[in-house]
């Protein structure tokens, strides 16, 4: 019974971890190839450039905030379940718990606001474009308050869990404090002037996800051939 706990948390941590990593990479692969060209969603840019970019690639963008917000909150949740058993007990471990949780909360809530503001805002466009433009100014506050601009929830939760991982190998250690290192980046976007520091905890949790995803995935593996 021990066994076969153990093999569902690795494959479960495994999967969810790999899923959130390849959720950032899709984004990043997406707004770099479409989206970064137009400045899409810097205010200081011709708004009805923008609007125009969303109408013509609408499908890729509602796709595109699905896989980002939605996929990734999901993920998180699952992976939350299955690193559990792994974690040192703790106040360390409960505040990332905690902080994984709303994270999840946060990202999820994103999505569908995106897709939703991004539909009225498409729906509104040719009657309306006065009040379009609004809600496209309201919709990129919302989404950079809460899930873009500022890191402040992700980066609380990736250093607070690579504090709270168990130190019994190497990978595990390493894992902790590359965690402990990009959650700090991810703490410090919530100064204003160290927002463009959102980069850098995206791509530093992209590559811990991916890579905690293949560490669980090979435990599970082990496991499965003791059984």
Not at 88 to 108: N, P
Request: one cysteine or more.
């Amino acid at each position: 019974m021990e066994t076969l706990r153990k093999s569902q948390s690795h494959l479960l941590a495994g999967s969810a971890s790999v899923v959130a990593g390849l959720s950032f990479l899709v984004g990043l692969v997406v707004y770099f190839s479409v989206f970064v060209f137009a400045s899409y969603g810097d205010m200081t840019h011709d708004v009805l450039t923008q609007l125009n970019l969303m109408s013509s690639h609408s499908t890729l963008m509602y796709v595109w905030y699905f896989v980002i917000y939605i996929v990734f909150g999901v993920a998180l949740i699952a992976l939350q379940v299955g690193i559990k058993p792994y974690l040192e007990a703790g106040v360390l471990s409960s505040i990332a718990l905690i902080f994984g949780y709303l994270w999840s909360g946060l990202t999820i809530t994103c999505g569908m606001l995106a897709n939703v503001g991004t539909y009225m805002i498409l729906q509104l466009m040719p009657h309306q474009q006065d009040i379009a433009i609004s809600l496209w100014y309201t919709l990129q506050m919302l989404l950079n308050g809460i899930g873009g601009g500022n890191e402040l929830v992700g980066g609380v939760w990736l250093a607070m869990l690579g504090l709270s991982l168990a130190n019994d190998c190497t990978i595990n250690r390493w894992l902790k404090w590359v965690a402990v290192i990009f959650g700090c980046f991810g703490v410090l976007t919530s100064v204003p002037m160290l927002t463009e520091l959102g980069g850098v905890f995206g791509l530093g949790s992209m590559v811990w996800f991916l890579v905690m995803g293949r560490y669980q995935l090979d435990l599970y593996k082990k496991v499965k051939t003791y059984e």
